[in-house]
């Protein structure tokens, strides 16, 4: 397996760990009886499959198909014996791949269910789609580049999955002008629905009701003393992060520089709330003196990153048990 593709494996166990630190319930049965519902009514004749996370890997481990009210029963493999295990439920309808609640082991399994949804064909730049909220981690280098982890929440505020009209993308996001060695992780929003074109990040996969993490890695240039991060949506809130140590970090469009710590790095925390889409986010890096980025300790910043600042647990509770 490649590093990037290890690299992205990460980041999907990263964003299963966290969705899985959702309050702790009785101790969990061995089997899962869960329905695939639209709205409150069943559907039937649904492929279904029980997805295992563990530290070391990740994948599906049964197969099934929902019965005349909806229903399927998967028996659960044993916890994995480094302690950690996510599993959850995923069920196909009408082309689109719908996640149930992720659970630890440790989590009631009772009322488990998978929600699907009607779909609805949108012109470009009709789908009811917000960004929720961003956070873009910085790694500086010492000779002025940096990699830089991007995770983008959007949000499907309407009641049905919506597709883009003729393949058109349903939403399109924006990187610096000069980002490069893009990278696409899995994560809850397809990489074989995602492209880019220049600047431009456009997702043409289907993408249901709620809320949806992008996760996005790429570079910025040797000597690059000034990125300019645009915002071209209205965006709920965004959160910087800067890999200290870095002799001087000045942020434009976004307030604070906090030091935080995560995963024994320190990084300097620049936020925002409310951005209209008519300023952007201005990075300037002056005199760095940042060791060479290594992914496994940018992949440990960024988990520990997101355990501070509660981006995916808090988006968690608010679904609920929503699809993804």
């Known amino acids: 397996m490649s590093p990037s593709s290890l690299r992205r494996s990460g980041a999907v166990a990263l964003l299963l760990a966290l969705a899985a630190l959702l309050s702790a319930g009785p101790a969990g049965a ?11 009514r069943p559907v039937p004749g649904v492929p279904v499959e029980l997805h295992r996370v563990t530290r070391a890997a990740s994948g599906v481990v049964q197969q099934g198909v929902s019965g005349a009210d909806g229903s399927f029963t998967f028996t659960l493999p044993p916890p994995d014996s480094s302690g950690f295990t996510v599993l959850f439920a995923t069920a196909y309808h009408q082309g689109v791949r719908y996640f149930g609640t992720p ?17 609805v064909t949108v012109a470009r730049g009709a789908a009811p789609v917000r960004v929720s909220r961003r ?47 893009f990278e696409v992780g899995d994560g809850q929003i397809s990489p074989q629905s995602v492209k880019r074109m220049g600047n431009r990040v456009l997702v043409s996969g289907p993408l249901p009701p709620g809320r949806h993490e992008l996760f ?32 001087e970090a000045r942020v434009e469009g976004l307030g604070g520089g906090q030091v935080v710590e995560a995963e024994k790095e320190k990084f ?9 889409g008519k300023r952007p986010v201005v990075l300037a890096l002056r005199n760095p003196s940042a060791p060479p980025v290594d992914p496994r300790a940018a992949a440990a910043g960024v988990t520990g990153l997101l355990l501070a600042v509660g981006a995916v647990v808090a988006a968690r509770r608010r679904q609920g048990a929503g699809s993804r």
Request: no cysteine; hydrophobic share 40%.
């Open 30 to 40: 061995q089997r899962l009886q869960g329905r695939v519902l639209r709205g409150d």
């Open 268 to 276: 300097l925390r620049f936020s925002g709330a409310a951005l209209d």
């Open 216 to 247: 996005l890695r790429y570079r910025l240039p040797r000597r690059a003393k000034r990125t300019t991060f645009p915002v071209a949506a209205a965006t709920d809130s965004m959160n910087l992060f800067v890999r200290q140590p870095a002799v």
């Open 103 to 119: 659970l630890h082991s440790s989590e009631s399994l009772a009322g488990y269910s998978v929600q699907v949804y009607d779909t």
């Open 135 to 181: 956070d873009v981690i910085v790694f500086p280098d010492a000779d002025g580049g940096a990699e830089v982890d991007e995770i983008v929440q959007v949000q499907n505020v309407g009641d049905r999955t919506v597709v883009g009209d003729g393949g058109m993308p349903v939403w399109e996001f924006l990187l610096p002008d000069s980002a490069g060695a």
